[in-house]
C-alpha cells in the first residue's frame, strides 16, 4: 500500500511513501517518514496502489503515529479548503493548524488532569499569611473544588508555578479528569430585543447559515451567544468561539466557567505553554472539550460534535493571519460551519464592511440590537475638541484636562487611549534635522525612555540612545510626538494624587502580566492604553474616555483606514458610562467636521457604512472586487522587481475579467533588511480569480527564485 503524504515543505504536492500496514482507516493519521537527510511528521492524506514514483526510488514510511487517532474527515476538508483558497501547499496548512508537539514524533503527553486540595492543603490555606495573596488565591479556588491547570493559572500571576511547587509539597494532588454534564447559570435578565436576538438565532441551530449580531456597545451580546451556547450544549454538541485578542481569552475564559460548571473548557492560543496546548487540543479532539475558546488558529481545533461556531469582534483584523499561511480566521470560521453543517454567529458594534454589505444585502442574516442591556446605561456623548481652538498641552487639551480632574473629584475612572506605546515615536536632532531610522526598515526607531532605548516597533531591532546627532554632533538631541509612556509622565506630574496606569504591550510583556495589570485596572483612577483596553473591557466606574491623535487614520493610503479608524474608535467610546453611570468621550482632532468624526458623534455605524460601501463601489475596491497580492522579498529591491515582472510576463493569459497592476513597493518597503514589492489582482468574480490563482501560482512554484522570497497573499488587508 502506497500513502500520500503531506509535509510541510514549499513544494504544492503530496509525498508518496511504502506503507505495508496502511489502510483506510489511517487517513488522517501522522506518519513518520525520510525526506532527504530529514526525518519529517506529514499527515496521510490519501492511500494508492500506484506511485508515479518508481518502485526502486519509493522510499518506505518509518511508522505511522496512531496514538492520536485519526483527524476526521471534516477537519481534513477544511485543510485542504485553505490550502486551494490562500494557495498554499497542503503540508504548510496542516503544520499550522497542529500544535508543534504534534508536528514531531514525541511522545504525546499524558491526558489532562485536574487538580484537588489534599488535607495538607487545607490546613496550610488557614495558617498561610494574608500576605501571600497569590497562594492563598490559588489554593481558596480549590477549596470551592477541583480545576484545570489553564483555570488556576490564571488566578495569580506565577499560577503555574505556585501549582507545581504545591504539588511538591503535597497541598495540591492530580486527579483523573471526570466527565460531567454542563449547567448553565442564567445570571442576567434580559432585555426584549435580546430576547428576540435570541429567539430568531435559535430558530437556525439546525442548520448551516451566517447571522450577524449587530449591537452597540453593551447591548449584551455575550450574554446572546451564552445562551445560544447553552442550548447547544444542551443538544451534546461542540462549541468553537473566536476572539481576536490574547487579551480577552482569560476574562472570557473565567467568565464561561462561572456561567458553564461542569463544562469542559478549553482554551487554544498561540502564548500557551506547548503541553497545555496540545492536552487541550486532544480533548478538543477526543470529543471531550464542549466550548473551545480561543485566537484565529483556534479555527482549526478538531471538534467531532460541533454545533455551533461563534466570531467575537469579528471586524478585527487580527483574525488575518499576516506569516506563513495567510488565511483569514473568520472566514475559515464560516467554511468551517458550512461544511459541518452548524450555523456561524458573528459579532461586532462594528462589523467589517464586507459582512455589513452581506447582511444588508441579504447574503447574511442580520439580527440588529440597538440599545445597551443595563438599565439607564445610555451611549455615551462623544465630543470633539478642535485643536486648532484649544492648543494641546504636552499633547492633551485643556477640556480633557478639566474632564480628567471633574472625574478624580466624583471618585469616577477615566481611559485616555493613545494607539502608540513607548515614549516618543521619533528622535531627532533639531539643529541639522536628522532623524534615527531603523536601518533595517523603513520606519522611524521608537523612543522608550524608561529603559534608556530606542526600539523598531516592526522589526524589534533596539539600539542605546545616542549621545549626540552622528550628522553635526549636536548633543541636545529632541524626542518628538508621544507615545503611551509619555502621557503617563505628563499625567503623573498633573495629577499626582490619581492612582494611574499604563496598560499596553510594553507593561502586558507575559500573559500572567497582562491578567495582573487587568486585575489592577479596576481600581486605577486613569487608564492609559492602546487597544489592550479598547475591546470587550468592562469598568463599572468608567465614565471618561479621551482619544489622542485621532486624526492618524485619516489620511492614508490604505482605503480601509477610515474603517479601522471608525471601529477602533466606536469600542473606545464602548468603555465609557456602561454602568449607571453616564459616559463621555471626548476627541481631539483637528478636523471636527470630518464625515467620520459626524457619524462617530450620532453613533451612525450605519450611515458610516453605507457612505464608505458608495464610496469602494465607486473606486472598484472590496466587498465589490476580489484581491490578491502576489509579494515579494529580497536584500536587492531591482531583484525583488525583476522576480514581479517576470511573474506577471507568466500569469495567465485571455482574461479580461482580470486586472493585473504594475509592480510597486509595499508602503513599508524595507523590512527587517529586506525591500519588499508587489503585484496586485484584481476580479469581480471570486470564481475567477481563484482559478487565475491556481493556474499562476502552479507556473511560479516550477519558476527559479533565487536570491528572492514570494507568496500570495489572497484577501489581502494590508498592502
Avoid at 185 to 192: D, M, P
Avoid at 208 to 219: A, D
Avoid at 313 to 339: H, N, P
Avoid at 429 to 442: E, H, I, L, T
Amino acid at each position: 500500500m502506497i500513502v500520500r503524504v503531506a509535509l510541510d515543505v514549499p513544494l504544492p504536492k503530496l509525498f508518496d511513501y511504502r506503507a505495508e500496514d496502511a489502510t483506510r482507516a489511517d487517513i488522517g493519521c501522522r506518519v513518520l517518514v525520510p525526506f532527504g537527510k530529514k526525518r519529517l511528521v506529514g499527515l496521510i492524506v490519501e492511500l494508492a496502489t500506484e506511485s508515479e514514483v518508481p518502485a526502486s526510488r519509493l522510499r518506505a514510511a518509518e511508522r505511522i503515529l496512531r496514538e492520536v487517532a485519526p483527524l476526521r474527515r471534516e477537519w481534513m476538508e477544511l485543510a485542504k479548503f485553505c490550502s486551494n483558497y490562500y494557495r498554499r501547499p497542503l503540508g504548510e496548512v496542516v503544520a499550522a493548524a497542529l500544535p508543534s508537539r504534534l508536528r514531531s514524533a514525541r511522545p504525546i503527553p499524558d491526558a489532562p488532569r485536574d487538580y484537588a486540595l489534599t488535607p495538607a492543603g487545607a490546613d496550610a490555606l488557614a495558617a498561610i499569611p494574608s500576605r501571600h495573596r497569590r497562594l492563598r488565591a490559588l489554593l481558596s479556588r480549590l477549596a470551592k473544588g477541583r480545576a484545570s491547570a489553564s483555570e488556576l493559572a490564571a488566578q495569580a500571576k506565577g499560577g503555574r508555578n505556585l501549582l507545581r511547587r504545591s504539588i511538591e509539597t503535597g497541598w495540591i494532588a492530580s486527579i483523573e479528569l471526570e466527565r460531567s454534564e454542563p449547567r448553565f447559570v442564567h445570571a442576567h435578565e434580559l432585555t426584549s430585543e435580546q430576547r428576540q436576538a435570541i429567539s430568531i438565532l435559535r430558530g437556525g441551530l439546525e442548520k448551516f447559515r451566517v447571522s450577524l449580531l449587530f449591537g452597540v456597545t453593551g447591548s449584551g451580546k455575550t450574554e446572546i451567544y451564552l445562551q445560544l451556547i447553552a442550548e447547544v450544549l444542551a443538544r451534546s454538541k461542540q462549541v468553537l468561539i473566536l476572539v481576536p485578542e490574547i487579551a480577552l481569552t482569560p476574562a472570557l475564559e473565567a467568565a464561561f466557567r462561572d456561567r458553564f460548571p461542569g463544562a469542559c473548557i478549553v482554551t487554544q492560543t498561540s502564548a500557551m505553554p506547548e503541553l497545555e496546548r496540545v492536552r487541550g487540543w486532544l480533548l478538543a479532539h477526543n470529543g471531550r472539550a464542549d466550548i473551545v475558546l480561543g485566537t484565529r488558529l483556534a479555527v482549526f481545533a478538531p471538534l467531532p460534535r460541533l454545533g455551533l461556531v461563534v466570531v467575537d469582534e469579528e471586524q478585527d483584523a487580527s483574525f488575518k493571519q499576516r506569516e506563513g499561511v495567510r488565511y483569514s480566521a473568520r472566514d475559515l470560521a464560516i467554511t468551517r460551519g458550512q461544511i459541518a453543517g452548524v450555523p456561524v454567529v458573528l459579532c461586532s458594534a462594528t462589523p467589517s464592511l464586507e459582512s455589513f454589505q452581506h447582511a444588508t444585502s441579504g447574503k447574511y442574516e442580520l439580527v440588529p440590537l440597538t440599545r445597551r442591556a443595563i438599565d439607564r446605561a445610555a451611549l455615551p456623548a462623544i465630543r470633539l475638541i478642535d485643536t486648532r481652538v484649544h492648543p494641546s498641552q504636552e499633547g492633551i487639551v485643556p477640556p480633557l484636562l478639566e474632564a480628567l480632574a471633574a472625574r478624580l473629584a466624583r471618585g469616577e475612572q477615566s481611559l485616555v487611549f493613545l494607539n502608540r506605546r513607548g515614549y516618543a515615536p521619533a528622535l531627532a536632532c533639531p539643529a541639522c534635522g536628522w532623524v534615527k531610522g531603523c536601518r533595517r526598515c523603513s520606519a522611524n526607531m521608537v523612543v522608550h525612555l524608561a529603559v534608556q532605548r530606542l526600539n523598531c516597533h516592526h522589526c524589534g531591532l533596539t539600539e542605546g540612545i545616542p549621545r549626540a546627532c552622528p550628522e553635526c554632533g549636536n548633543p541636545d538631541l529632541q524626542a518628538f510626538g508621544r507615545g503611551t509612556q509619555r502621557i503617563e509622565l505628563v499625567l503623573g506630574e498633573r495629577f499626582p494624587q490619581a492612582r494611574i496606569l499604563r496598560v499596553d504591550s510594553d507593561s502586558a510583556r507575559a500573559k500572567s502580566g497582562l491578567e495582573d495589570l487587568l486585575e489592577r485596572a479596576t481600581h486605577a483612577d486613569i487608564l492609559i492604553g492602546t487597544q489592550i483596553l479598547a475591546k470587550g473591557h468592562h469598568f463599572e466606574r468608567l465614565t471618561l474616555a479621551g482619544v489622542l491623535n485621532a486624526d492618524s487614520g485619516l489620511f492614508s493610503s490604505d482605503y480601509r483606514a477610515s474603517e479601522r479608524t471608525f471601529a477602533q474608535l466606536q469600542q473606545v467610546a464602548g468603555r465609557a458610562g456602561r454602568a449607571n453611570l453616564p459616559g463621555e468621550v471626548l476627541i481631539q482632532t483637528r478636523y471636527p467636521e470630518h464625515p467620520l468624526y459626524q457619524s462617530l458623534v450620532r453613533h451612525d455605524y450605519r450611515g458610516f457604512a453605507r457612505s464608505v460601501l458608495a464610496e469602494r463601489r465607486e473606486a472598484g475596491f472590496p466587498p465589490f472586487v476580489f484581491e490578491a497580492a502576489l509579494r515579494a522579498e529580497s536584500h536587492d529591491a531591482l531583484r525583488a522587481q525583476r522576480f514581479l515582472r517576470s511573474a506577471i510576463d507568466q500569469s495567465p493569459r485571455g482574461s479580461a475579467s482580470i486586472t493585473v497592476f504594475d509592480p510597486a513597493p509595499m508602503s513599508l518597503a524595507r523590512l527587517a533588511g529586506m525591500e519588499r514589492a508587489q503585484v496586485l489582482v484584481q476580479s469581480r468574480s471570486r470564481s475567477r480569480l481563484q482559478a487565475f490563482l491556481a493556474e499562476w501560482s502552479d507556473s511560479l512554484y516550477r519558476t527559479p527564485a533565487h536570491g528572492v522570497r514570494w507568496h500570495l497573499d489572497v484577501d489581502p488587508i494590508e498592502f
